[in-house]
């Protein structure tokens, strides 16, 4: 078996090294005995979508994304079929704002990619801080790290989780993230997959479902270290 990952702009978009989960992703998938190869996309190339298992769309500051959104326009459509045909994408932060109709800032609006029925507008001050979810798709709580300054109201989708502890989507309706089809959009950065391992075979395994069919089964790895890592972050903030 074979994943390859398509990695969206990760000149502009790879705040606090989104990159380290692309790794994960990858080591994951060797440590299994799968393939795995990442093709990264610079903003002039053409991406085919029909060759990609994995899409990873990462975080960026407002120019950055501002540089990106003309870019999405001529991709959309792409990217729309994709989606719909249960492509898998992780969007993170500056990408899951991305991924709805738009991001609205004091600058202007960025033009979303319209894949998710979700918008963002720039409120006061910025969320900072630790994060806690609990997620349906999980065992183990999900932890990580925001900072935005963007609210994202997600209409009448699925949330990624409950926030247990942090701002998520708001900083109101105590949810973080969005689940559309095989898509996960979250404001957790950096080594979100690394620290939830949970998530990234999720990932993993809806990628082979899609490619190889519902009987694939995923090779338990030794996850204690991650466990004991969340562990101690749920103790830590979880009163
Ligand atoms: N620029 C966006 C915001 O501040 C996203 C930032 C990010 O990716 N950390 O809301």
Same mark, same amino acid.
């Given at each position: 078996?074979?994943?390859?990952?398509?990695?969206?702009?990760?000149?502009?978009?790879?705040?606090?090294?989104?990159?380290?989960?692309?790794?994960?992703?990858?080591?994951?998938?060797?440590?299994?005995?799968?393939?795995?190869?990442?093709?990264?996309?610079?903003?002039?190339?053409?991406?085919?979508?029909?060759?990609?298992?994995?899409?990873?769309?990462?975080?960026?500051?407002?120019?950055?994304?501002?540089?990106?959104?003309?870019?999405?326009?001529?991709?959309?459509?792409?990217?729309?079929?994709?989606?719909?045909?249960?492509?898998?994408?992780?969007?993170?932060?500056?990408?899951?704002?991305?991924? !709805?109709?738009?991001?609205?800032?004091?600058?202007?609006?960025?033009? !979303?990619?319209?894949?998710?029925?979700?918008?963002?507008?720039?409120?006061?001050?910025?969320?900072?801080?630790?994060?806690?979810?609990?997620?349906?798709?999980?065992?183990?709580?999900?932890?990580?790290?925001?900072?935005?300054?963007?609210?994202?109201?997600?209409?009448?989708?699925?949330?990624?989780?409950?926030?247990?502890?942090?701002?998520?989507?708001? !900083?109101?309706?105590?949810?973080?993230?969005?689940?559309?089809?095989?898509?996960?959009?979250?404001?957790?950065?950096?080594?979100?997959?690394?620290?939830?391992?949970?998530?990234?075979?999720?990932?993993?395994?809806?990628?082979?479902?899609?490619?190889?069919?519902?009987?694939?089964?995923?090779?338990?790895?030794?996850?204690?270290?991650?466990?004991?890592?969340?562990?101690?972050?749920?103790?830590?903030?979880?009163?």
């Amino acid at each position: 078996m074979k994943i390859t990952i398509g990695h969206l702009y990760p000149d502009l978009l790879n705040l606090y090294g989104d990159r380290g989960n692309i790794q994960c992703l990858m080591k994951r998938c060797q440590w299994r005995g799968i393939e795995a190869e990442t093709i990264a996309y610079e903003l002039n190339d053409r991406i085919d979508f029909s060759a990609l298992d994995i899409v990873l769309l990462g975080g960026g500051s407002d120019r950055e994304q501002m540089l990106v959104c003309e870019k999405l326009k001529e991709i959309r459509e792409d990217f729309r079929s994709y989606v719909e045909d249960n492509g898998v994408v992780i969007a993170i932060c500056g990408g899951y704002q991305l991924l !709805g109709n738009y991001y609205k800032t004091e600058q202007g609006t960025i033009q !979303g990619l319209e894949l998710v029925d979700m918008y963002t507008e720039q409120g006061e001050g910025r969320l900072i801080s630790n994060i806690i979810l609990k997620s349906d798709l999980f065992d183990m709580p999900v932890t990580g790290f925001e900072n935005h300054g963007g609210r994202t109201c997600i209409n009448e989708n699925k949330p990624l989780g409950r926030v247990l502890y942090g701002s998520g989507n708001d !900083g109101k309706t105590g949810y973080e993230g969005v689940v559309y089809k095989n898509v996960i959009g979250t404001y957790l950065h950096g080594p979100l997959l690394p620290k939830n391992p949970q998530l990234a075979d999720w990932l993993i395994l809806k990628a082979l479902e899609r490619k190889y069919g519902s009987g694939v089964k995923l090779a338990p790895l030794d996850d204690s270290q991650e466990k004991e890592a969340n562990d101690y972050i749920c103790r830590r903030f979880l009163k």
